[in-house]
C-alpha cells in the first residue's frame, strides 16, 4: 500500500481499518485529485469513512463510464454492419429488380415480375430503399429504353402521395432522355397522376413529333381545368 | 350496336391520330393495340351510347391496372362493311353478369387488321367516338360496382385485385 498518499489521513484517523487500494495507472490520477481536495469532509479525521466512500465512487463511475464506451463501441459495430447488410440487400434487389425490368417488352404480361419484385421491396425496406434502388437503375440504365418506360409504368400504378417528392424527380429524369417514346411514358405517368402542381413540367417538356406535342398539350388542357 | 375498346395507351391515340399513313405507324403501337390472340381481337359490347358505362365498367375490371383510360366506340355498321367477322364469347371481367357483353373480332389476316387500324385513325377524328377516363374516375366507377355488390374478385386479374383491395381500404368498403 502505497502510505503516501494516506498518510495525512491515517495519522488523524481514529478508524483502524487500512482501506486495501490496488493502484492503477487508470485511476492513479483521478484518486489523487480526490484526496487533494480541499473538503471539510476529508479533513476532519472523525469522518474516516469518507475517503473510503471516495474511492468506491470513483471506482464505480470509472467502472460505468467504460461500460458506456465499450457500449457504444458495441452499438456502432451493430450500426455499421445493419448499414452493410442493407447496402448488400439493396444492391441484391437492384440486381433482381434490373433483370424483371429487362422483361418488360411494353406489353402489361412482362411488366407483373417488375411489379413483384418492387412490392417486395417496399414490403421488407419500404420506400425509401426503392427510391435509391429505382434512381440508381435509372442512372445506370439511362440508355435502355425499355427499362426507363418500365420504370414509368410502375410508379404509375402508385399515387404521387406515395412516392413523393422522389416519384416525381425521378420522372423529371426520364423526361430528359432524348427518345421521345420514353418521354411519352413518362408523361403519361404524370398523367396518372394528375397532380396541377406538375403542371410547370409538363409546360416545359421539349418535343420534336407532333404527336407528343399534342399529348403534353391534351394532358395539359385536362390538368388545367 | 357499337363496339368498344380501350386503348392499350393513352398516346397512341395521338400516334394513330397524327400520322398521316397509316402504314407509317409504328410497329410498336400495332403490337400495343392490336394484339391479337388466336387471330381475334377483344371488343365489348353497347347497344346505345346511354348504357355505355356498364360496358366501361366491364373492360375496366377485364384489364390489369387502375389507370387512366381511352376508349374508342366503333358502330357495327363499319365492322360489317369490312365484313369482319363477330363471334359472341363470354369474357372475363369482375363485372358480375355483364360477361356476355363480350365479343371477338375473329379470323382475322394482315389485311383486315390494316382495316381495323384504318378504322381507327377514321374514328379517332370524331370526338364522339372516343371517351377518356380520369384515374380518378375509373376509381369512382370501381367503387359503385362494389357498393351494389357486382364485384366478381374471382375473375379479376391478380395485380387490379391488388389495386382493388388497397382502393377499398382506403374508402372503407368490405369486399
Given at each position: 500500500m502505497n502510505k503516501g498518499i494516506y498518510k495525512d489521513i491515517l495519522e488523524n484517523s481514529n478508524n483502524e481499518e487500512i482501506l486495501e487500494f490496488r493502484k492503477t495507472s487508470s485511476t492513479d490520477e483521478k484518486l489523487n485529485n480526490a484526496f487533494h481536495i480541499n473538503t471539510s469532509k476529508i479533513g476532519e479525521?472523525?469522518?474516516?469513512?469518507s475517503p473510503r466512500l471516495k474511492i468506491q465512487d470513483i471506482t464505480t463511475n470509472n467502472r460505468l463510464d467504460l461500460l458506456k464506451e465499450r457500449d457504444s463501441l458495441v452499438l456502432e459495430k451493430l450500426m455499421k454492419e445493419k448499414i452493410r447488410l442493407f447496402n448488400y440487400n439493396t444492391e441484391l434487389y437492384q440486381e433482381q429488380l434490373v433483370s424483371c425490368l429487362e422483361?418488360?417488352?411494353?406489353?402489361s404480361e412482362s411488366l407483373f415480375v417488375s411489379e413483384e419484385k418492387i412490392q417486395e421491396i417496399i414490403n421488407k425496406y419500404g420506400f425509401e430503399a426503392l427510391s435509391r434502388i429505382l434512381q440508381d437503375i435509372c442512372i445506370s440504365k439511362y440508355d435502355k429504353k425499355n427499362i426507363l418506360c418500365a420504370i414509368c409504368q410502375c410508379l404509375e400504378r402508385f399515387d404521387l402521395e406515395e412516392v413523393h417528392p422522389w416519384g416525381a424527380t425521378l420522372i423529371l429524369s426520364i423526361l430528359t432522355n432524348k427518345d421521345e417514346n420514353v418521354k411519352a411514358y413518362a408523361i403519361a405517368c404524370i398523367d396518372n397522376w394528375a397532380d396541377e402542381s406538375l403542371l410547370p413540367v409538363l409546360k416545359n417538356i421539349e418535343c420534336s413529333s407532333d404527336w407528343l406535342k399534342e399529348y403534353v398539350e391534351n394532358v395539359i388542357s385536362i390538368l388545367e381545368v | 350496336m357499337y363496339y368498344v375498346r380501350k386503348l392499350t395507351k393513352p398516346f397512341n391515340f395521338n400516334k394513330i391520330q397524327s400520322?398521316?399513313?397509316?402504314?407509317?405507324?409504328d410497329s410498336d403501337v400495332i403490337k400495343q393495340e392490336l394484339s391479337t390472340k388466336e387471330n381475334t381481337l377483344s371488343f365489348w359490347k353497347c347497344e346505345n351510347l346511354q348504357e355505355i358505362t356498364d360496358t366501361i365498367k366491364a373492360i375496366i375490371l377485364s384489364t390489369s391496372e387502375i389507370s387512366k383510360s381511352k376508349f374508342i366506340i366503333i358502330d357495327e355498321e363499319i365492322i360489317k362493311e369490312h365484313q369482319l367477322e363477330v363471334n359472341e364469347s363470354a369474357g372475363k371481367t369482375g363485372y358480375k353478369g355483364f360477361e356476355n357483353l363480350h365479343i371477338d373480332i375473329c379470323n382475322l389476316t394482315y389485311k383486315k387488321l390494316g382495316m381495323i387500324l384504318k378504322t381507327y385513325k377514321k374514328v379517332f377524328e370524331d370526338v364522339d367516338r372516343t371517351h377518356e377516363l380520369q384515374k380518378d374516375e375509373i376509381k369512382d366507377l370501381i367503387i359503385e360496382v362494389i357498393q351494389h355488390d357486382l364485384l366478381d374478385e374471382d375473375n379479376l386479374n391478380d395485380s387490379l385485385k391488388k389495386d382493388i383491395l388497397k382502393l377499398a381500404e382506403k374508402n372503407g368498403l368490405a369486399i
Amino acid at each position: 500500500m502505497n502510505k503516501g498518499i494516506y498518510k495525512d489521513i491515517l495519522e488523524n484517523s481514529n478508524n483502524e481499518e487500512i482501506l486495501e487500494f490496488r493502484k492503477t495507472s487508470s485511476t492513479d490520477e483521478k484518486l489523487n485529485n480526490a484526496f487533494h481536495i480541499n473538503t471539510s469532509k476529508i479533513g476532519e479525521p472523525k469522518n474516516s469513512t469518507s475517503p473510503r466512500l471516495k474511492i468506491q465512487d470513483i471506482t464505480t463511475n470509472n467502472r460505468l463510464d467504460l461500460l458506456k464506451e465499450r457500449d457504444s463501441l458495441v452499438l456502432e459495430k451493430l450500426m455499421k454492419e445493419k448499414i452493410r447488410l442493407f447496402n448488400y440487400n439493396t444492391e441484391l434487389y437492384q440486381e433482381q429488380l434490373v433483370s424483371c425490368l429487362e422483361k418488360y417488352d411494353y406489353s402489361s404480361e412482362s411488366l407483373f415480375v417488375s411489379e413483384e419484385k418492387i412490392q417486395e421491396i417496399i414490403n421488407k425496406y419500404g420506400f425509401e430503399a426503392l427510391s435509391r434502388i429505382l434512381q440508381d437503375i435509372c442512372i445506370s440504365k439511362y440508355d435502355k429504353k425499355n427499362i426507363l418506360c418500365a420504370i414509368c409504368q410502375c410508379l404509375e400504378r402508385f399515387d404521387l402521395e406515395e412516392v413523393h417528392p422522389w416519384g416525381a424527380t425521378l420522372i423529371l429524369s426520364i423526361l430528359t432522355n432524348k427518345d421521345e417514346n420514353v418521354k411519352a411514358y413518362a408523361i403519361a405517368c404524370i398523367d396518372n397522376w394528375a397532380d396541377e402542381s406538375l403542371l410547370p413540367v409538363l409546360k416545359n417538356i421539349e418535343c420534336s413529333s407532333d404527336w407528343l406535342k399534342e399529348y403534353v398539350e391534351n394532358v395539359i388542357s385536362i390538368l388545367e381545368v | 350496336m357499337y363496339y368498344v375498346r380501350k386503348l392499350t395507351k393513352p398516346f397512341n391515340f395521338n400516334k394513330i391520330q397524327s400520322t398521316k399513313s397509316i402504314e407509317d405507324i409504328d410497329s410498336d403501337v400495332i403490337k400495343q393495340e392490336l394484339s391479337t390472340k388466336e387471330n381475334t381481337l377483344s371488343f365489348w359490347k353497347c347497344e346505345n351510347l346511354q348504357e355505355i358505362t356498364d360496358t366501361i365498367k366491364a373492360i375496366i375490371l377485364s384489364t390489369s391496372e387502375i389507370s387512366k383510360s381511352k376508349f374508342i366506340i366503333i358502330d357495327e355498321e363499319i365492322i360489317k362493311e369490312h365484313q369482319l367477322e363477330v363471334n359472341e364469347s363470354a369474357g372475363k371481367t369482375g363485372y358480375k353478369g355483364f360477361e356476355n357483353l363480350h365479343i371477338d373480332i375473329c379470323n382475322l389476316t394482315y389485311k383486315k387488321l390494316g382495316m381495323i387500324l384504318k378504322t381507327y385513325k377514321k374514328v379517332f377524328e370524331d370526338v364522339d367516338r372516343t371517351h377518356e377516363l380520369q384515374k380518378d374516375e375509373i376509381k369512382d366507377l370501381i367503387i359503385e360496382v362494389i357498393q351494389h355488390d357486382l364485384l366478381d374478385e374471382d375473375n379479376l386479374n391478380d395485380s387490379l385485385k391488388k389495386d382493388i383491395l388497397k382502393l377499398a381500404e382506403k374508402n372503407g368498403l368490405a369486399i
